[in-house]
């Protein structure tokens, strides 16, 4: 045995005092990893000892020390094969499921939750307990207006709430812009406005703006007539601007005085002037009534209350069908409907009513009423929807054909009775056959015309305004025959001239004149002609289809072969072309381009104003300076045929279809509407039919 203090026994109590303290630190280690995920190990998997094969010498045996310390490197509890099985989960995936789903549902529930506190903490905001009362200035003048003008009436210069704000206070001074209208047109010119460039002043003889296009579905209850409406004056504060609840009757160009009339406490008529500095007519336009008598018998759809009207005949007919006391023969005319007109109101409307009759009315009214109802669609053309495509007309045809909704096409009303409409109608041989038909209610849907408004300026302006059923302007909506940026016209009530030779052949006889040459014996080379040509691609960007091949236009009427066309053959090509220039469509999709056109061009002009003043130019063709001519692009025409829906896109492209169709033609108009609050009562509508019906009712 070794002495005590010899050196093997030091080294063997220092070899017993390392094992106890690798020992320890591999167990502290062990605690340590034991919470750390069991799904990888980090460290190399350990191996199983193999036998030793014969006639091979032994492992030579691991000290004690080496095994102390690998056991602290790679502790055993904390390795694992690798595996691509998940772990056992101490839960069932049942319980698990249902701990989400609770976890979710109380999170929707707790969202919703503070979305309904958010709301009633902002409506309580929205309420007032006090009076809000301060001094308010107010001009002498806007209280006691001068008079003047060719009938001394008094001219409304400043107006009472000019002070109210100092953004109007601002614009007291701006250039004077009037609006004559609150359509299309004139709401699109205000939402594109720059509010800090004019003083805006609209005057309508309504106070809200009317979402035409889904008028027919406000009818039958479909829609509620106050999601088609919005409140003119909220769309005017964008712009700080006035209305004046009036009527236009005149204008007075020279003094640049628009008189006004409106009916006071008293029921008196009352007129003043309102100044403008530019002036918008933009006033829409009547129902045509094509010289044929008895119209007062029939309702039209041109305004709300229109639609009002006709909800309220419709269900008071259905109402006087159930009453014992009628006899069958006047039950079957009063649920007779006709609808005069093929175009897309009519048909949209004569939709919309087979939809109430089919789908609601079998739930609260008799069925006997179903069998006697009858729809007759009176078109004067050879098929309805005349202006879509030719398939989109037949497509509308079979569909209304397949709902028992008569069309009768090649037909044209002569006259309108309390309880029958007499109408014409070419048979398939081309002979005319006057036929009566009984009716309890009739639509007339037959194109438009002139307001008397519009007819009185077209008169006063004479030559200048040939155009019997719009007002005339050129292609920068100035109204033809008033001075030079001073009036424009859009929407219905205008059309844009399509005189490109009148002017083209004006303006080269003024150019051979200041040369001292003669017009007449003017010739002109395939290079002046382009030049020609693209004056004329300016100024009437509608023409620029009709000119893509000049090459192909100069020799076609180069009729002697002689390389260049003379003044006669320049005038036979622009008229040509004229011919081939149709009249704008008078839709809403046209009104709204146009005030969104005359908005831009108001605010480039402002901006260029002082540039303008700098270099004395007030006078002359400012607009064709410094904006471009009015080009109209046409987006495509929708119509509604009863859960189904065509759309016609023009240059051929064009679909139909069911329920798909229809939600994609509701969604253009949700999108076209005009606020976030008409687009809330568009929806709240649509899911009010699908789950407790239209409405029945009048009132």
């Given at each position: 045995m070794a002495a005590p203090g010899s050196f093997t026994t030091l080294l063997a109590r220092a070899g017993h005092r390392a094992a106890a303290t690798s020992s320890r630190q591999a167990g502290s280690l062990r605690g340590s990893l034991s919470h750390l995920p069991q799904n990888r190990s980090l460290f190399t998997k350990t191996t199983r000892s193999s036998p030793i094969a014969p006639g091979s010498s032994p492992a030579r045996?691991?000290?004690?020390?080496?095994r102390s310390w690998r056991r602290l490197v790679y502790p055993r509890s904390a390795t694992r094969q690798l595996s691509g099985k998940p772990l056992p989960q101490g839960k069932s995936r049942v319980i698990n499921f249902a701990y989400r789903t609770a976890a979710w549902l109380g999170g929707s529930i707790a969202f919703v939750g503070l979305g309904v506190v958010a709301f009633f903490a902002y409506d309580a905001s929205t309420y007032k307990t006090y009076a809000e009362q301060s001094d308010i200035n107010v001009s002498q003048l806007a209280l006691s207006p001068r008079r003047g003008g060719p009938k001394n009436l008094p001219i409304l210069e400043v107006f009472i709430d000019d002070d109210d704000s100092e953004e109007k206070a601002r614009q007291k001074d701006k250039p004077k812009l009037v609006i004559l209208g609150g359509g299309w047109g004139?709401?699109?010119?205000?939402?594109?406005?720059?509010?800090d460039d004019y003083h805006v002043t609209l005057i309508s003889p309504a106070n809200y703006f009317l979402f035409t296009p889904m008028l027919p579905s406000a009818t039958v209850g479909t829609l509620e007539l106050k999601s088609l409406v919005e409140p003119i004056r909220r769309i005017l504060h964008r712009v700080n601007g006035h209305f004046l609840r009036a009527t236009a009757g005149d204008i007075d160009f020279s003094s640049r005085l628009v008189e006004v009339t409106q009916k006071d406490c008293n029921g008196k008529d009352v007129s003043f002037y309102v100044p403008y500095d530019k002036l918008v007519i933009a006033v829409g336009s009547v129902s045509n009534p094509h010289g044929v008598k008895g119209l007062e018998n029939c309702f039209f759809l041109k305004d709300i209350d229109d639609a009002r009207k006709i909800r309220n005949k419709v269900v008071h007919n259905l109402?006087?069908?159930?009453?014992?006391?009628?006899?069958?023969?006047?039950?079957?005319?009063?649920?007779?409907?006709?609808?005069?007109?093929?175009?897309?109101?009519?048909?949209?409307?004569?939709?919309?009513?087979?939809?109430?009759?089919n789908e609601d009315l079998t739930l609260l009214f008799p069925r006997l009423l179903r069998n006697e109802i009858s729809v007759h669609l009176i078109q004067s053309r050879g098929h309805i929807l005349n202006t879509y495509d030719e398939t989109l007309s037949k497509y509308a045809e079979e569909r209304f054909q397949r709902d028992q909704v008569e069309v009768l096409t090649n037909s044209r009303v002569s006259e309108v009775k309390a309880d029958r409409i007499i109408f014409t109608q070419k048979d398939e041989h081309g002979v005319v056959v006057t036929k009566e038909l009984p009716m309890g209610f009739c639509l007339w849907s037959t194109g438009v015309s002139q307001t008397e408004f519009c007819q009185k300026i077209a008169a006063k302006l004479g030559d200048a305004q040939p155009n019997r059923h719009a007002l005339e302007t050129d292609t920068y909506l100035r109204l033809s025959g008033t001075p030079l940026g001073d009036v424009y016209a859009i929407g219905d009530c205008s059309t844009v001239q399509n005189n490109a030779a009148d002017h083209i052949i004006t303006f080269l006889r003024n150019l051979a004149w200041?040369?001292?040459?003669?017009?007449?014996?003017?010739?002109?080379?395939?290079?002046?002609?382009?030049?020609?040509?693209?004056?004329?691609?300016?100024?009437?960007?509608?023409?620029?289809?009709?000119?893509?091949?000049?090459?192909?236009?100069?020799?076609?009427?180069?009729?002697?072969?002689?390389?260049?066309?003379d003044f006669g053959e320049l005038r036979e090509l622009l008229k040509q072309i004229d011919n081939k220039l149709t009249s704008l469509p008078a839709t809403a999709q046209r009104a709204d381009q146009q005030g969104k056109y005359l908005a831009h061009k108001f605010n480039k002009l402002a901006r260029a104003a002082q540039g303008l003043q700098a270099n004395q130019i007030q006078d002359g063709d400012v607009d064709a300076a410094v904006y471009k001519a009015f080009e109209y692009h046409h987006l495509g025409s929708l119509a509604y045929i009863g859960n189904s829906a065509v759309f016609d896109w023009g240059e051929g492209w064009n679909m139909a279809g069911g329920l798909w169709a229809v939600y994609a033609w509701r969604s253009i108009y949700?999108?076209?509407?005009?606020?976030?609050?008409?687009?809330?009562?568009?929806?709240?509508?649509?899911a009010k039919r699908a789950l407790f019906g239209r409405d029945m009712m009048s009132y």
């Open positions: 045996p691991e000290a004690p020390l080496a004139g709401v699109a010119l205000l939402k594109e406005l720059n509010p109402e006087l069908a159930c009453l014992p006391t009628t006899t069958d023969e006047e039950r079957k005319r009063l649920l007779s409907f006709v609808v005069s007109g093929g175009g897309p109101t009519g048909v949209e409307f004569a939709a919309e009513l087979y939809d109430l009759l200041k040369h001292g040459k003669d017009p007449e014996n003017l010739e002109l080379h395939f290079s002046d002609w382009r030049n020609v040509a693209a004056d004329v691609k300016r100024r009437f960007p509608q023409a620029v289809g009709h000119l893509k091949r000049l090459d192909k236009l100069f020799y076609e009427y180069d009729k002697d072969q002689s390389g260049t066309l949700f999108a076209e509407s005009v606020s976030l609050r008409t687009r809330m009562l568009l929806m709240m509508d649509w």
